[in-house]
């Protein structure tokens, strides 16, 4: 059974940080790309970040460029969002997602290149 739990998530004055983190199960987590998007109340869901199967290859949406770093380790099956300098517009509902195999990486910033995703976290930053 394939299972994506993401956790970490929780209230933040702005300038604070946190870190979520999505555990996974049930595929092989090692040879999947993965990603974080994130939503609002009636917007739709936006690309975060993505990481490759081989870690060499990270991308960041331009709103959060220089502020999350998303990372993993293939030994706990557990992919993080490191998130610093948090803003008010960062609050959002959390999500990671799966592209088993990578077999959508060129399309991977789209919610259509995931197969899998998790039920979310939610982050609420305090102005």
């Known amino acids: 059974q394939v299972q994506l739990v993401e956790s970490g998530g929780g209230l933040v004055q702005a300038g604070g940080s946190l870190k979520l983190s999505c555990a996974v199960a049930g595929f092989t987590f090692s040879s999947s790309a993965m990603g974080w998007f994130r939503q609002v109340p009636g917007k739709e869901r936006e690309f975060v970040a993505r990481?490759?199967?081989?870690?060499?290859?990270?991308n960041y949406a331009d709103s959060v460029k220089g502020r999350f770093t998303i990372s993993r380790d293939n030994a706990k099956n557990t992919m993080y969002l490191q998130m610093n300098s948090l803003k008010a517009e960062d609050t959002a509902i959390y999500y990671c997602?799966?592209?088993?195999?990578?077999?959508?990486?060129?399309?991977?910033?789209?919610?259509?290149?995931?197969?899998?995703w998790g039920q979310g976290t939610q982050v609420t930053v305090s102005s």
């Open positions: 997602a799966a592209d088993p195999w990578g077999r959508n990486w060129l399309s991977s910033s789209s919610t259509n290149a995931y197969a899998y």
């Open positions: 990481i490759s199967v081989s870690e060499s290859v990270t």
